[in-house]
């Protein structure tokens, strides 16, 4: 499975951040599949943000809940996320990544549960 991010780049403060994760060799309906979107900011730790399932269900970290939304185009095979409001300190490496489990509400901040992962993007928020 082969997972690739696409973003702007740099976003000022205020607007909408809006990534893609383009998803190969695996379709994003596979039963048990959960697709995250993680974030590292500079100096600390990665923070799962939320996913999106195989079934099309959608599970929010709490800290993100009213700031983002993930959406998913199965015809393109391809997962989105939208985070409005951005601030200079959600300057990140924003990364998609694959979970297959039964049990996705017991593992999905566990990093170490992403048996696949993209390559991140940058995202810098500043004026």
């Known amino acids: 499975v082969q997972l690739q991010e696409s973003g702007p780049g740099l976003v000022k403060p205020s607007q909408t951040l809006s990534l893609t994760c383009t998803v190969s060799?695996?379709?994003?309906?596979?039963?048990?599949?959960?697709w995250s979107w993680i974030r590292q900011p500079p100096g600390k730790e990665q923070e799962w943000m939320g996913a999106?399932?195989?079934?099309?269900?959608?599970h929010f970290n709490p800290s993100f809940v009213g700031r983002i939304s993930i959406s998913r185009d199965n015809a393109t095979n391809t997962v989105y996320l939208q985070m409005n409001n951005l601030k200079p300190e959600d300057t990140a490496i924003y990364s998609c990544?694959?979970?297959?489990?039964?049990?996705?509400?017991?593992?999905?901040?566990?990093?170490?549960?992403?048996?696949?992962w993209g390559r991140g993007t940058q995202v810098t928020v500043s004026s």
């Open positions: 990544a694959a979970a297959r489990t039964e049990f996705f509400n017991l593992v999905m901040r566990n990093m170490g549960a992403y048996n696949y």
């Open positions: 060799c695996a379709s994003i309906t596979t039963l048990y599949y959960y």
């Open positions: 999106i399932a195989y079934s099309g269900n959608t």
